[in-house]
């Protein structure tokens, strides 16, 4: 949940006009993690044999809609060994790629805001899955961990979950970004536990995994 309480506020701090000082211990997990994602990338390709190519940075493919949403994904995939499938040039991604490279201790699920952000990305993309991959290396010198630990996996686009639960709140967010000064319906972000609970097997809208690997 955002401590903003005007979505201009927090739009200001995105693109850097307002300046949000951070402490020295997590300027170290950004800067871990900076360090880190290239080396899970390398390690992600080496273990799945799939072909990665940069993000770049992506607008929704609708006209009226483009003026307003984009994002920039980790990575595509160019290559699935497991599918066996190549993207054409010029072709939509049908793969993405997230990364994640926590400071102390290695996630066993997936995060509800990560699960949140890979699928609005592929809603902007247009990819049908995202591999969810997350890193656990050494703090000074990733590139040279020992016994890195890597925990992956495979999330498919489900537009039922995203309809209920995500675009109402991207909607409220871009009204109130519109409108500047508009004070943000906070109601949207305090069902923390509602998004959570999409996540178990009696939910009808949790999103599918199709493949886990953890090693």
């Known amino acids: ?79 699935d060994s497991f599918t066996k499938r190549e993207r054409k040039t010029g072709e939509k991604p049908f793969g993405l790629i997230e990364i994640k490279a926590p400071y102390h201790v290695l996630y066993d699920d997936i995060k509800p805001e990560h699960m949140c952000q890979m699928m609005y990305q592929m809603w902007i993309t247009g990819a049908t899955y995202c591999d969810y991959v997350v890193g656990l290396l050494d703090h000074e010198t990733p590139e040279l961990t020992l016994e890195p630990k890597l925990f992956i996996r495979r999330i498919e686009f489900n537009s039922e979950f995203f309809q209920k639960f995500i675009y109402p709140r991207i909607l409220n967010f871009t009204i109130s970004l519109i409108n500047k000064k508009s004070y943000l319906d906070k109601s949207f972000y305090s069902e923390k536990e509602r998004i959570q609970n999409c996540y178990e097997k009696k939910n009808q809208f949790q999103p599918q995994i199709k493949r886990i690997v953890i090693v």
């Open 1 to 79: 949940m955002s401590t903003f309480n005007y979505a201009w506020d927090l739009y200001l701090v995105i693109i850097g006009t307002i300046i949000i000082e951070i402490s020295e211990e997590q300027q170290k997990i950004f800067d871990h993690g900076h360090l880190s994602e290239p080396v899970i990338l390398r390690l992600y390709e080496k273990l799945t044999g799939n072909r990665v190519s940069d993000g770049n940075y992506w607008l929704h493919s609708k006209p009226e809609l483009k003026d307003y949403y984009g994002c920039s994904p980790d990575g595509i995939i160019e290559y």
